[in-house]
């Protein structure tokens, strides 16, 4: 593991302790959370982050499930640091935050750990 | 001379073996063309002969050719066979090439048929010879040999020798050569000739030599293996005279072979190593950093041994099986908490400080590093990393150090002291287990997602090898280090760390070599890697079938060389021309590469795509089958990017 997999664990573990906090206090974001998968897909949010926003560990934290709020989301995406590109509204329009958030609203919570006997060895 | 423009078909036919592999090997140069012409000799076909009539004609134009077709009953390249046998090297990888056709020969009519063997390993890529003796001597804990022709057969390997310098490993490469230009024949022969050839990768090697003598190749191979295996390890060049490998011994005079000596590493000074322990010992909050710190299954057990005596949490880079994973100090997963809090940091062949440490030091917090790093370094290539201040640097070999260290700790280690480290060691213990159970939910997050997550990949590979002496080839860094957070590793042999300069085109051949290794030991032998990787050098599947080498190779295949597409949307990003084409470049999709196929073409038995996890299991269980049985096996999983 070299310095780039400190500075992302470090931004993992921050995003993680986020997205748990969130759980409860998500607000609907009025996003089409069909377009907001299409463009999360496609747009290539998930190259790093998996096609669920279930995280891909050195490059892209875990999104979903419990995102962040959507102005959370969007102050990630406009001032990302870091290995995260920074999306200017050119880019990726506030709508299309929207939506992406309303699709990682859209995912349900996984099962838990100790019902996967593969992970209990 | 006499001009020959054509060459008669009785002319052809009274080639003799050697002749007719000179022309072979002078054609192409590379295996895969030389065994075409070796595979159409025989046949009357109009275009093959077209060739090799054009090869005799410019040879005998131009060249000098060499006196062919004598006998003889001993050869340079024999000797060479016994001083590489006498320095325990067991195994040669090679794809052929007309410089070391001596010794080619001699490996396959003499080191292969006498004892103790040493055997040849067909390769279908340089890179794949000195891949497979990198992975090799990671396991075995010694180099193997890999031979390379003079000119494009070192470029081809130059990479991978790249990978072993990063990686710390030896590597005993020879490169022919012809020194002596009169002797030099065609216009291929004059394109694979070099004065210097060991130059290309003298930036990256501990050392090497053009030995101009028998004498003078048995102490210099003596000497590279004497370097090559004083950490820090590394790869040695030997270029090899055609003249000295093919030219008859003189009657009486077989050079004498060296004995080689016991190999001493190098140890800290006392007074740093007592300095390293006060500070150890009265430090509130220690903590030990690991890269390539245990070369073998003593160094865990020495590390282990020092964490306990001052229970001191420990992070593993993951450069080498450094610590058990489910030890109860392993706290890797908490690397950002531990160093921003540490006192005392002593990292152990750390080749990044900085990368662990950065600026999150707490005010006050010492750095201590024993590193063999600090002894042999170069300039050129900038694998040192970046600076990174500490307060005692031990320019030693870790593992070598640590009886002492460990003797010091506990000679100072009051009981009082020991009662509090008892304490700590227990909340330590705590913080493991619930590390350990967030790893698990974070696995079972889209755990039956399509394409399959990297944690449900593990998890499914980990479920069908727990039972067997298994061992893990690859680094898994690409994996999110799911072995290192699921699986429970306690052996030494069980994980080798990775590529060293990650170099794409690693993994087949290293996981091929540390097969090889493993295979005598009756291992379970398993290797994750990428698509990406996987395409730079499929070539080792069929070195591992044709050598029956048992291997589970499990294709993470994320369909893009993942790792740079960030980079792109960040270009693109900046540049405000949007991110919908990031992927061009990056993807490895239409056609989406079918490695099953691949692996099939090539002998090797294979399963996929997989694209339902659950179907991963029983494929899996299927190959491990074919593994036990003592072939290769791959399963392709289509795969979530990390």
């Known amino acids: 593991m070299k310095s780039i997999d400190l500075a992302a664990l470090l931004i993992g573990l921050v995003s993680l302790s986020l997205a748990a906090g969130a759980a409860s206090e998500t607000p609907a974001t009025g996003g089409n959370a069909a377009n907001g998968k299409r463009v999360f897909v496609t747009d290539g949010c998930y190259y790093c982050h998996g096609t669920t926003g279930a995280g891909g560990g050195i490059a892209g934290p875990r999104l979903a499930p419990n995102p962040l709020p959507l102005e959370g989301v969007k102050a990630k995406v406009r001032t990302a640091s870091g290995r995260m590109p920074v999306y200017s509204a050119t880019v990726l329009k506030d709508s299309e935050i929207a939506d992406i958030v309303a699709y990682l609203q859209s995912i349900p919570n996984s099962t838990d750990a100790k019902d996967i006997p593969l992970l209990n060895r | ?642």
């Not at chain 2, 470029?155 to 590597?171: F, L, S």
């Not at chain 2, 065609?186 to 003298?202: E, I, M, N």
């Not at chain 2, 950490?231 to 030997?238: A, E, I």
């Not at chain 2, 690859?474 to 170099?503: E, K, R, S, V």
């Open chain 2, 1 to 642: 001379m006499p001009r020959r423009t054509k060459q008669t078909k009785d002319e052809r036919a009274s080639l003799d073996r050697r002749g007719f592999l000179k022309a072979a090997a002078t054609l192409a140069g590379t295996g895969a063309v030389a065994h075409a012409v070796a595979a159409e000799a025989p046949a009357t076909a109009v275009s093959p002969e077209r060739h090799t009539v054009q090869i005799a004609s410019r040879e005998a134009e131009q060249g000098t050719p060499r006196p062919d077709g004598t006998t003889q009953s001993s050869c340079g390249s024999d000797f060479m066979v016994d001083v590489m046998r006498g320095l325990g090297i067991e195994y040669v990888a090679a794809i052929p090439g007309n410089t070391f056709k001596g010794l080619h020969e001699s490996v396959i009519n003499y080191g292969m048929t006498t004892t103790p063997s040493l055997e040849l390993i067909s390769c279908m890529h340089e890179e794949i010879s000195v891949a497979i003796s990198h992975g090799y001597a990671k396991i075995a804990g010694k180099p193997m040999a890999c031979m390379m022709h003079s000119t494009v057969g070192l470029q081809h390997g130059a990479m991978a020798i790249y990978n072993a310098w990063a990686d710390r490993v030896p590597v005993f490469a020879i490169v022919g050569a012809q020194l002596d230009a009169s002797k030099r024949g065609g216009y291929v022969d004059w394109a694979h000739s070099v004065f210097d050839g060991p130059a290309l990768v003298r930036d990256f090697t501990k050392w090497d030599d053009t030995p101009i003598s028998l004498r003078h190749f048995a102490e210099s191979a003596t000497r590279a293996h004497k370097f090559s295996m004083t950490p820090p390890y590394g790869p040695t060049v030997l270029a090899v005279d055609q003249e000295l490998q093919e030219d008859a011994l003189k009657a009486g005079e077989v050079p004498v072979i060296p004995k080689e000596p016991k190999l001493a590493p190098p140890r800290g000074d006392d007074g740093a190593v007592n300095e390293t322990a006060r500070l150890l010992v009265a430090a509130e909050n220690p903590l030990i950093v690991a890269d390539r710190a245990a070369r073998t299954a003593e160094g865990m057990r020495l590390l282990v041994e020092l964490a306990e005596a001052l229970q001191a949490p420990v992070i593993d880079i993951y450069g080498r099986m450094n610590f058990p994973w489910r030890h109860p100090l392993n706290q890797t997963r908490r690397q950002a908490l531990l160093v921003a809090e540490a006192d005392v940091i002593l990292g152990l062949e750390l080749t990044d400080f900085w990368g662990v440490t950065g600026n999150r030091l707490a005010a006050g917090a010492k750095r201590i590093s024993i590193s063999s790093g600090d002894l042999y370094m170069k300039s050129n290539y900038q694998d040192f990393d970046r600076f990174t201040p500490v307060d005692i640097a031990i320019a030693a070999d870790a593992q070598t150090t640590l009886p002492y260290l460990i003797e010091a700790v506990r000679k100072l280690t009051t009981a009082r002291q020991r009662a509090a480290f008892k304490t700590r060691g227990a909340q330590l213990a705590q913080d493991h287990q619930e590390t350990l159970e967030q790893s698990r939910a974070a696995a079972a997050v889209g755990w039956d997602l399509q394409p399959i997550t990297t944690a449900r990949l593990c998890a499914e590979v980990y479920e069908q090898i727990r039972n067997e002496d298994w061992a893990l080839c690859n680094g898994t860094i690409f994996q999110n280090n799911w072995p290192q957070q699921l699986w429970t590793a306690t052996h030494h042999h069980q994980y080798i760390g990775d590529a060293g300069a990650y170099g794409l085109g690693y993994l087949p051949g290293a996981s091929v070599g540390a097969a090889l290794a493993h295979r005598k030991h009756g291992r379970l032998a398993v290797a994750i890697g990428g698509d990406g990787d996987l395409m730079f050098s499929p070539g080792a599947l069929w070195t591992a079938a044709h050598h029956k080498i048992p291997l589970l190779y499990v294709v993470h295949n994320n369909r893009a060389y993942h790792q740079e597409v960030m980079y792109v949307q960040m270009m693109a990003a900046k540049r405000q021309r949007g991110i919908d084409r990031a992927h061009i470049g990056n993807t490895i999709t239409d056609p989406n590469v079918d490695f099953a196929k691949l692996a099939a073409g090539m002998g090797v038995y294979s399963e996929g795509p997989i694209t339902d996890p659950k179907d991963l299991g029983p494929a899996l269980q299927r190959a491990v089958a074919v593994v036990k049985r003592g072939e290769p096996a791959l399963v392709d999983v289509v795969s979530q990017g990390r």
